[in-house]
């Protein structure tokens, strides 16, 4: 459909806001972390469409993507998410009869960065490690990062688990976590023996606990609490050890890169890491493979 014939939509800004936080609502089963990215992203919209005549035409979100970009200031990458979430919020907007078409369709991303990642597997396997378990926030840190780094689960899985979702099976253990988008649908994620030992070792620090407790706590003044381990408290733990210095620090979003090389460096092929790892895009795949080479060293 030409620019010129595409449909005009003004909405007031009242009933904008309005909107963005019904979407809100509607994206409850998404992750803590896409829905803190999606509200981000729609604040955006807001502020833009605060100061321009916004009609939800291409052309505006042409003119949205720009405004990102040189005012805002932002990466390619934040403003390729930003723009997938101004199309979920227009399928939003069709389904409830405002948009008869999605404007932000036509309207495209950078092709993605990726940063190099500066340290090595072996030294990041080499880290964890050596984590002092003699504490109960040692057990809970090499515990945590240690499930990431072997089974490639996600941080949000982690924190949002409860100990109920762990299961035990033989000397391995399952953990069942919810997966993401609107239908929520739960998968199972394997730990490996020693992981599994790691875990359960921290979970008798905590002794005695319940199936609902959170499976990761945060931990104050020495001991466990009831309370559950934040992201915030989880770049902590990163920061405590995996800190190298310089720009030699692992991100908490990386981790999972260092999971999937470790994988592949024993063998397992692109297929099956795909499989283990539960990727649903081939994005985060391209990733991992963009760092393989610096970052491998021998296997770990």
Not at 11 to 18: E, F, R, T, Y
Not at 37 to 43: E, P, S
Not at 115 to 120: E, F, M, P, Q
Not at 246 to 265: F, N
Request: hydrophobic share 40%; with cysteine; aromatic share 8%.
């Amino acid at each position: 459909m030409a620019l010129d014939k595409f449909p005009v939509t003004k909405i007031p800004q009242n009933q904008l806001a309005s909107l963005v936080q019904q979407f809100d609502v509607r994206m409850q089963h998404a992750s803590k972390t896409t829905r803190h990215v999606y509200r981000k992203a729609l604040d955006q919209l807001l502020a833009f469409t605060k100061s321009s005549t916004f009609k939800f035409m291409p052309k505006d979100f042409g003119e949205f993507r720009l405004w990102l970009f040189n005012d805002r200031k932002l990466s390619k990458n934040t403003v390729n998410v930003y723009l997938t979430a101004s199309r979920r919020f227009c399928e939003f907007l069709i389904e409830l009869g405002i948009l008869k078409k999605n404007p932000a369709w036509s309207v495209h991303g950078s092709a993605q960065e990726f940063k190099s990642l500066k340290v090595k597997l072996t030294e990041v396997a080499a880290a964890i490690s050596s984590i002092d378990t003699t504490t109960v926030l040692g057990k809970r840190d090499f515990a945590f990062l240690s499930t990431i780094l072997e089974s490639g689960a996600k941080i949000s899985e982690l924190i949002n688990a409860d100990i109920g979702d762990l299961k035990r099976y033989g000397r391995q253990a399952k953990l069942r976590v919810k997966g993401e988008g609107a239908r929520g649908e739960f998968e199972l994620v394997s730990i490996s023996p020693s992981v599994s030992s790691a875990i359960f070792n921290y979970l008798e620090s905590r002794s005695p606990v319940t199936t609902g407790e959170p499976l990761f706590s945060a931990v104050r003044a020495g001991r466990a609490s009831n309370v559950r381990l934040s992201f915030r408290g989880a770049r902590a733990a990163m920061h405590r050890h995996l800190n190298f210095g310089g720009e030699r620090k692992v991100r908490l979003d990386s981790l999972r890169t260092y999971c999937a090389i470790r994988l592949m460096s024993r063998g397992k092929s692109s297929d099956e890491v795909r499989s283990i790892m539960r990727f649903k895009s081939d994005m985060p795949f391209r990733k991992i493979m963009h760092n393989t080479k610096s970052i491998a060293g021998t296997k770990a």
